[in-house]
C-alpha cells in the first residue's frame, strides 16, 4: 500500500508560482512512474506532468515551459514547479504514481486557485 500527500496548493495571482509537492510512503526507487494530474470542474482529469523511472518526462502541451517536475529520492517526494500560472491552471492537483506492480495510487488532492 503507498500513501501519497500533496501540498503546496492555495491562491496565487495570474503570472505568480506554487510549488506542489507530493509525499509517498513507498520508496520512490519503485515507482515505474510517478505524475502529476489535475481536474476542474466539469472537465476531466488530465496529465499534467509525469516521470518515468528511467528519467523520461512528460508535459501536456498546456503547460510546457512553464512547469517543471522533479523528484528526490533521498526524500521519497515529487514536485511541481508551477510558474507563470494562468486562470486557467485552477484546479484540483493530483499526485500519482505506479508501482512496479503496475497498481496505481493517488494522492488527496490539493487545490490550486489562480486569480485573474
Known amino acids: 500500500q503507498v500513501q501519497l500527500v500533496e501540498s503546496g496548493g492555495g491562491l496565487v495571482q495570474a503570472g505568480g508560482s506554487l510549488r506542489l509537492s507530493c509525499a509517498a510512503s513507498?520508496?520512490?526507487?519503485?515507482?515505474?512512474?510517478m505524475g502529476w494530474y489535475r481536474q476542474a470542474p466539469g472537465k476531466q482529469r488530465e496529465m499534467v506532468a509525469s516521470?518515468?523511472?528511467?528519467?523520461?518526462?512528460r508535459y501536456a502541451d498546456s503547460v510546457k515551459g512553464r512547469f517543471t517536475i522533479s523528484r528526490d529520492g533521498a526524500k521519497n517526494t515529487m514536485s511541481l514547479q508551477m510558474n507563470s500560472l494562468k486562470f486557467e491552471d485552477s484546479a484540483v492537483y493530483y499526485c500519482?504514481?505506479?508501482?512496479?506492480?503496475?497498481?496505481?495510487?493517488w494522492g488527496q488532492g490539493t487545490q490550486v486557485t489562480v486569480s485573474s
Open positions: 516521470i518515468a523511472s528511467g528519467g523520461i518526462i
Open positions: 513507498g520508496t520512490i526507487s519503485s515507482f515505474i512512474n
Open positions: 500519482n504514481v505506479i508501482t512496479t506492480m503496475i497498481k496505481g495510487y
